[in-house]
């Protein structure tokens, strides 16, 4: 299933991508749209996560292939009395990698896998996140099923940045704080995007 999409953007130069969910799928689908946009020259990127509730660690291991150095450290996921899991950034033809700036819009609907892929973003200094505080659920967990058919979830492992800091329950703090009253912030974005390279012009 296609959850990957382009959103028209009415300022010039800036596109959008809407990731309405992640799945095996999300890495290809991205590639596409993305040869698309590159093609265009000098272009600014919006990546819209809004109300995306995450999926799998590796599907976002997998998109920040066309945006973070390769083979560098990613994230790992920490179990107690267990080694860490730890996960690198894929390794691309150059020619799909994507150097223009990058907003990338959050909600408290952001979690999961969503949240990792923009938290990593937003710490290595790759993307400027707008919107509000993201949902806190950078873990994984494990389903344990009883006889009576009820059933517990637990977390069983956290979410850390390469540097070791732990990916908070309190979700991920934009950069750039915009409420969910805003009409369009994808224009907002687009527009904040425009003044960025502007001044570094200057």
């Known amino acids: 299933k296609q959850d990957v999409f382009m959103v028209p953007v009415d300022v010039p130069g800036v596109y959008c991508l809407q990731i309405k969910h992640f799945n095996q799928m999300t890495g290809p689908d991205l590639g596409r749209l993305m040869e698309e946009i590159m093609a265009k020259g000098d272009t600014s990127l919006i990546i819209d996560l809004r109300g995306n509730p995450g999926g799998p660690p590796l599907a976002a291991r997998e998109i920040a292939a066309f945006f973070l150095t390769p083979e560098e450290e990613f994230t790992y ?11 690198d950034v894929p390794r ?32 290595r200094q790759r993307a400027t996140l707008i919107g509000t505080n993201t949902a806190g659920q950078v873990f994984l967990k494990s389903m344990f099923n009883f006889d009576d058919k009820s059933m517990v979830l637990l977390v069983t492992a956290r979410g850390h940045r390469p540097d070791g800091e732990v990916f908070s329950f309190q979700g991920l703090t934009p950069n750039v704080s915009s409420p969910e009253s805003t009409d369009n912030l994808i224009h907002y974005a687009a527009n904040y995007l425009v003044e960025t390279k502007k001044n570094r012009a200057q």
């Open 77 to 87: 996921f920490k179990w107690k009395n267990k080694p860490n899991a730890t996960l």
């Open 92 to 123: 691309i033809p150059e020619k799909y990698r994507y150097h223009g700036d990058i907003a990338i819009l959050v909600n408290k609907g952001s979690g999961s896998a969503s949240e990792l892929f923009s938290g990593i973003m937003q710490w």
